[in-house]
Nanobody, 111 residues
């Protein structure tokens, strides 16, 4: 069973940037499509971005042009570069792959 560990969250002011990392275990990481989800307080978990094993990416409309998902298979890592952050981006961010979830990393956007 693959395992994921997220990191890179924190407190940032509106307009700021953060880069989240998701490190996966296993030698077949490169064959997985990986997704970033987020869950804000009192809200359902939502899909934010996905990258396939071939590198095709998709984003929810609310983050298009601000967030970039990428992967480095040599490091078993998927990144989520988040720019122009807004208060509504505040949430716990999770990565998911092969039906396995990480534990999440908190992102707070506030002045």
């Amino acid at each position: 069973q693959v395992q994921f560990v997220e990191s890179g969250g924190g407190l940032v002011q509106p307009g700021g940037s953060l880069r989240l990392s998701c490190v996966g275990s296993g030698s077949i990481f490169r064959f997985y499509g990986i997704s970033w989800y987020r869950q804000a307080p009192g809200k359902q978990r939502e899909l934010v971005a996905t990258i396939t094993s071939q590198g095709t990416v998709n984003y929810v409309d609310s983050v298009k042009g601000r967030f970039t998902i990428s992967r480095d298979n040599a490091k078993n890592t998927v990144y989520l570069q988040m720019n122009s952050l807004k208060p509504e981006d505040t949430a716990v961010y999770y990565c998911k792959g092969n039906n396995s979830w990480g534990q999440g990393t908190q992102v707070a956007v506030s002045s």
